[in-house]
C-alpha cells in the first residue's frame, strides 16, 4: 500500500532519519524527521494557479508544537491548542528566513509550510529538526526551490565548539548559536552569546556550517529518488518595460534618492510611480504590478551602483559612518527606568518596570512550566513611519523584541544578586533602518536608569551589504531603503569587549566568511562609536533604584524556620504583610523576599522576620513581654515569637512568694539568656537586673 522512502544519518553522535511515502500523501511534500525521541511531521502544499494581483511571494510557514507530543494535556478552559506561542512564532520565522530567499522571483504561488511536532522527548531540540523536515519536504514537492537547506546549533562550552548540544549541554555554554545556509553559502544566524570575541563568533557560525552539509546531502539524495515533477513557472518578458522605464525615471530616480529626508524621498519616488503608471495604464499587455515590479528594480540598480562605484550612500554617509545619536534618561517621571534614544530617523522610547516574582511571566510548553523574570515587549505602531495601519503585535514585533532580549539578557544581574523582576517595553516613535538595535541601546540605558546592576552596557548596529558578482560593499547603521534594496540585514549587539546577539538574514543565495569577517569587524567599530555616545548619557547603572520602585531585599532561613515565618495557616505572614504593608514571598530553599513601598516599610517587615528567626544567644540580655503567669514562673516574649521561662526563683534577687507579687501578664521586663533546656529557653530577669 505504502512506497515508503527513507535516508538515516549520524550527525554528533544523533541518528537522524528523513522518511517520505507513508503519511499526508496529498501533500505536495511531506517529511516525518526523528531524531532520538523527537520527531517532526513537516508538510508543503503549494496553489496550483496564482492570484495575478500578487505582488509578494506568500509563503507561511506555521511551526506547531502539539502537547500530546510531551505526553501533556494543555492548560485553559479548552484544553486544545490555541493561538501560537511566542516560542511557535519565533521558530516559525527561524524556518522562514533560509528558506523564502532561495525562491525565483518571478514564483507567486501561494505556499502552505507546516512543520508539526508530534512526538519530543526534552533532549533533542525539534527547532533545527524542523528546517530539516521543512527543506526535505520542499526539496521532494517538485516547486522552484533552490535548495535544500541545512541547519545547525552551536555551543560554547570550556573553550570549544559543541554540535546540536543537548538542552542540558546548553545550560552551561556560552553559546547558542543557530546556523542554516545551502552547501556553499550560509543565510540565517540567529545567535545568544555571553561576549564572544568576533573571531569567536565567525568559527562558531563555520563549525555550524560544516556540521550541516551532511544532512544536505542526505536530503539531495532523498530528492533524487522520489522527487515529484518540476512545477514550471513562467517569466513574462518586461524588457520593453525595463527600457522605457530607464530612459524615462533614470535622472528622477536619482534626484529622489540623493534626497536625505526619508518623507521627501518616499513623496518623490511615489510621484514617479504614478507617473510610470499612468504610462501603461492604456496598454492591456502590462498590469500595474508588472511596472511596479521593474521600476522597484531600476530603483534597486541606481542605489546600488552608487554605493559600490562611487561609495556614496543616500543620506551622504561613508560606509561605515554611524548616523548622530542623541540619548536621554529618566524622560518620564513616574517610570522606574526609561531612556529615548535617537539614532538619525530612528527612535525609541525604552520603559524599565521592576517587579517581585509575583510579576515573572509563566510560560506553559512541552517542557513544562516555566518561569521567566526578564520580559522584553517591542511595539511598531504604524505612525513611526509616517502611515495608517493596524495596531497589534504580530510576527515582525515578537521577532524584533526576542533579538533585543538575547542581546541584554547575559549582561543581567542573577536573581540572588538582584531579586527584582524586570518588563522592558519599547515603543518605535520612529522608524528609518533598525529599530530593533535602537531597542537594544535603549533597554540598556533605561535599565541603568533603573538601578539594575547590569554587567556593561549593550549596544547594537545593523550591517547591509550590495554585492554584485565579486564586488561588494559592506554598510554601517543602514537605513530603511538600503536594507530593501540590499543584500543582508545583519544584527550585532555586545558589550565594548564581545557579542552578545548576532542575527543574519541572506537575501541572496549567500554571502562566504570574508565577507561576514569584515561586516564583523566594521560592526564592532560601529559598536564602540554608539557606547561612547550613549556613556554621554549614563555610563553605568545608579546606585539604587528610583523612590517610585519597589524596594526589594532578601534574607535566607534556615529551612527548619520556613515553618515559623509562615505560620499557622500563615498566620504569621500575613500578620507581617498587615503591619508592614510589605509584600512577603517565602521559597522552598528558605529565601524570604520581601517587596515594599518604601523603605520604612520594608525594614519593618525585615524586623519582623529576623525576630522569628533570629536563634537566642547564651548570656545576652533582651527586652521583653510577659504572656503568661504560672506558680513557678513566668513565660516571656522576648525574641520574635520566641517564648522563654523565667523561674520563680529568677524573678528578683530575694525570696518571691508569689509570682504575681513581681510582675503581672502584659508588663515589659528585662531578661538575660542563662541556659537552654530541651529545646526551651531558660530566663533571669533577676540576673539581667544585675
Known amino acids: 500500500m505504502f512506497k515508503v522512502y527513507k535516508k538515516e544519518i549520524e550527525v554528533a553522535g544523533k541518528k537522524i532519519s528523513l522518511e517520505t511515502g507513508k503519511v499526508a500523501r496529498q501533500a505536495d511534500g511531506a517529511i516525518i524527521a526523528t531524531c532520538g525521541e523527537t520527531v517532526v511531521l513537516a508538510t508543503v502544499v503549494g496553489a496550483k494557479n496564482v492570484n495575478p494581483d500578487m505582488d509578494y511571494f506568500p509563503l507561511s510557514v506555521n511551526y506547531q508544537e502539539k502537547y500530546y507530543a510531551a505526553g501533556k494535556i494543555p492548560g485553559g478552559y479548552f484544553k486544545r491548542e490555541a493561538r501560537p506561542t511566542e516560542s511557535e512564532t519565533l521558530i516559525s520565522r527561524l524556518i522562514d528566513r533560509p528558506i523564502r530567499p532561495l ?316 531579586p527584582y523582576t524586570f518588563r522592558v517595553v519599547s515603543e518605535i516613535t520612529e522608524s528609518n533602518g533598525s529599530s530593533s538595535m535602537a531597542t537594544v541601546c535603549g533597554t540598556s540605558l533605561a535599565l541603568m536608569d533603573a538601578g539594575v546592576p547590569i554587567k556593561e552596557p549593550v549596544a547594537g548596529i545593523a550591517m547591509g551589504l550590495i554585492k554584485e558578482g565579486d564586488d561588494f560593499s559592506v554598510l554601517s547603521d543602514i537605513l530603511g531603503d538600503e536594507d530593501h534594496l540590499g543584500d543582508m540585514d545583519f544584527k550585532v549587539a555586545g558589550t565594548k569587549d564581545g557579542i552578545t546577539s548576532l542575527q543574519m538574514d541572506i537575501k541572496i543565495t549567500g554571502i562566504t566568511f570574508e565577507i561576514m569577517e569584515q561586516a564583523l569587524s566594521q560592526a564592532k567599530d560601529g559598536r564602540v562609536h554608539i557606547l561612547g555616545e550613549m556613556n554621554k548619557a549614563l555610563s553605568a547603572s545608579r546606585s539604587d533604584v528610583g523612590k517610585h520602585t519597589p524596594k526589594m531585599e532578601q534574607v535566607k532561613v534556615d529551612k527548619k524556620e520556613i515553618a515559623a515565618v509562615i505560620g499557622k495557616g500563615g498566620a504569621t505572614i500575613r500578620e507581617i504583610v498587615e503591619k508592614s504593608g510589605a509584600k512577603v514571598d517565602v521559597n522552598d530553599e528558605g529565601v524570604v523576599t520581601v517587596a515594599a513601598p518604601d523603605e520604612e516599610s520594608r525594614n519593618i517587615a525585615m524586623q519582623m522576620i529576623k525576630d522569628i528567626t533570629a536563634k537566642a544567644e547564651l548570656n545576652k540580655i533582651y527586652s521583653g513581654k510577659v504572656m503568661k503567669i504560672m506558680e513557678f514562673g513566668a513565660f516571656v516574649n522576648f525574641l520574635g515569637k520566641q517564648d522563654g521561662l523565667v523561674h520563680i526563683s529568677e524573678l528578683a534577687d530575694k525570696r518571691v512568694a508569689k509570682v504575681t507579687d513581681v510582675v503581672k501578664e502584659g508588663d515589659e521586663v528585662k531578661v538575660k539568656v542563662i541556659g537552654f533546656d530541651r529545646g526551651k529557653v531558660k530566663l533571669s530577669m533577676k540576673q539581667a537586673a544585675e
Open 103 to 418: 525562491f525565483p522571483d518571478e514564483f507567486k504561488n501561494e505556499v502552505q509550510l507546516l512543520p508539526t511536532v508530534i512526538s519530543y522527548d526534552k533532549d533533542n531540540e525539534p527547532d533545527i529538526l524542523s528546517i530539516t523536515a521543512s527543506s526535505a519536504a520542499l526539496a521532494i514537492s517538485g516547486m522552484p526551490f533552490m535548495g535544500p537547506v541545512g541547519a545547525s546549533r552551536v555551543g560554547f562550552i570550556d573553550g570549544k565548539y559543541v554540535l546540536n548540544p543537548s538542552k542540558a549541554d546548553l545550560e552551561k555554554s556560552k553559546l547558542d548559536l543557530v546556523v542554516a545556509g545551502t552547501k556553499d553559502a550560509v543565510l540565517m544566524v540567529e545567535s545568544e552569546a555571553s561576549g564572544l570575541t568576533e573571531e569567536e563568533m565567525l568559527n562558531a557560525v563555520k563549525f555550524g556550517h560544516e556540521g550541516f552539509v551532511p544532512v544536505i546531502e542526505m536530503i539531495e539524495e532523498l530528492a533524487k529518488e522520489c522527487r515529484k515533477p518540476e512545477w514550471i513557472v513562467e517569466k513574462k518578458d518586461l524588457s520593453e518595460v525595463k527600457k522605457k522605464l530607464e530612459v524615462t525615471f533614470t535622472e528622477d530616480l536619482k534626484k529622489a534618492f540623493a534626497t536625505k529626508d526619508k518623507q521627501d524621498r518616499s513623496n518623490q519616488i511615489s510621484e514617479i510611480t504614478d507617473k510610470a503608471k499612468k504610462l501603461y495604464e492604456e496598454d492591456e499587455n502590462y498590469t500595474d504590478l508588472d511596472v511596479n515590479s521593474q521600476l522597484k528594480n531600476l530603483e534597486k540598480s541606481i542605489v546600488r551602483t552608487d554605493i559600490l562605484k562611487n561609495k556614496n550612500r543616500i543620506d551622504g554617509r561613508g560606509l561605515s559612518d554611524v548616523r548622530p545619536i542623541e540619548c536621554e534618561v529618566g524622560v518620564l517621571p513616574r517610570a522606574h527606568g526609561s531612556a529615548l534614544f535617537t539614532r538619525g530617523e530612528t527612535q525609541a522610547i525604552v520603559v524599565a518596570t521592576l517587579g517581585t516574582s509575583d510579576d515573572e511571566q509563566r510560560i506553559e510548553s512541552l517542557d513544562g512550566l516555566q518561569r521567566e523574570r526578564f520580559m522584553l515587549h517591542y511595539n511598531f505602531p504604524p505612525f513611526s513611519v509616517g502611515e495608517t495601519g493596524r495596531i497589534g503585535t504580530g510576527r515582525r514585533e515578537i521577532g524584533h523584541g526576542k533579538l533585543a532580549w538575547r542581546a541584554i539578557n547575559s549582561s543581567l544581574p542573577t536573581k540572588e544578586a538582584f
